[in-house]
Each structure stands twice: as structure tokens, then as C-alpha cells.
């Protein structure tokens, strides 16, 4: 894998414990970890304090929708938990978005931390989609601030020749060949993805449902 591009694992489990088990077996081997809305809701911010004095990074994947004194309200939170990365959907609209670049830079600024990523959604994976509904969302993103986007792999080589300012793509339906699709409808390949210009690829149910999710890890890396 090229060094600039990472794989990020989607921790979708229901309990702490089995999300802890998950990290001490695959960091170092994966540095970035994703907590979703079914982990957050389980167990809240131990699981991401528990990952970060690990040493690792937390890719906070919730996904907000909301009106722009809310959302800013709960990125605020987020950069305050130490979070790498954040999600919200681009949907939300251009005043959610600007609301959330600003609540994320002054709350940075007063911590003097790093400040998170801010990444939106443009379609979900899921859903079988025209690139260009992804290409316009993406661009309202990247012109209201956001740093990056999620897309599919299928996308991003559009993405990156349409929109000219740099920013970091995401991409999750990420699959093998020999590997089971699930509810996933455009998904790509390790190489693909990378190929097409992602830098962070996210795998869940290839590692947490192998037989041996470190190895099938490694073979992703
Ligand atoms: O198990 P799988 O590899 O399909 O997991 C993909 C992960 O990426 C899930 O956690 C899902 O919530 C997330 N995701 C996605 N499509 C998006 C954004 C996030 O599949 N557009």
C-alpha cells in the first residue's frame, strides 16, 4: 500500500470489550480506528479514550445531521474527546457545514490542539448512486471548508479531477474479490481505491468477521 494512503478499521461492534479486543489485537498494525453511531451509542467516550492512550487515532464516525447551533454544539465535543477525523453529512446544508468549520476551528484554538478533520458524507455506499450527485455534494463540502469527503472509490477519480483545491477522500465499501459484498452496492478494491486517489480506506466486516482478522488485516495493508 502506498504510505500515503491508510486503512482505517470500522469498529462495528456492540460492546466495549469486544471493541478493546479488536485494538489490542490489530494496533499497530492499524493506527486509525472508526467508532460509529452503534459503538458510541453502546459505550460512549471510553471507547475513545481507551483508544487514544493507546497511541492510536479515533475516526469519529457519527455522522451529524442537524441544525447549525447543534452540530457545531456537538463538534465542539468532539474536538474536546481528541477525535483524528469527524463525519457529517453534506446534505445538512451550506450554513450546517460553515457552522461546523468555524465550531471546530475556535474550539481548537482555545485547547490548542490539532484541529479534527471534518468529513462529509456525500452518498452512502449502500446506495447505488450517479457520480455526479456525489460530485456535486462534494464539491458544496469542500467550497463550505470541510477537509475531506467519503465517497466510493468509484467516484474519487472524478472528484479529484473536478475539484481542484486538495482535500482527503474516504472510502468504505472496500472489497477483495473473494470477499462477500453485504449491504454494500458500489464497492472497490484495496488497489482500486487507492489507484483512484483515496487516502483513507475503511474495512469492517472483511477483518472483524475473518477467521483471523490480523492476518486478513495484514493482507489489506
Ligand atoms: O463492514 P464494511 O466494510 O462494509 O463497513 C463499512 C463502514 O463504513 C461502516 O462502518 C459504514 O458505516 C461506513 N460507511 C459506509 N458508507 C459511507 C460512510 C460510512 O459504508 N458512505
Redesign the pocket.
Known sequence: MSSASQIIL?L?VDNLQAAKNFVDKLYPQIKIF?I?IQLFTSCGREIVDYINNKGAEVFL?L?FFDIPNTVAGAVREAVRLKVKML?MHILGDEEMLKAAVSARNDEAGTLKINKPLLIG??????KDTASSDVLTLAKIGIECGLDGV??SAREAGLLRKEIKKSFVIVT???RQANTAS???KRTTTVQEAIASGSDFL?????I?KADDPLRAAKELV
Open positions: 470500522a462495528d472508526k460509529g464516525d455522522k463525519t458524507v456525500t452518498v452512502l455506499t449502500s467519503v465517497c468504505p465499501g472496500i453485504d449491504d454494500q475503511v474495512v469492517g466486516r472483511p472483524l
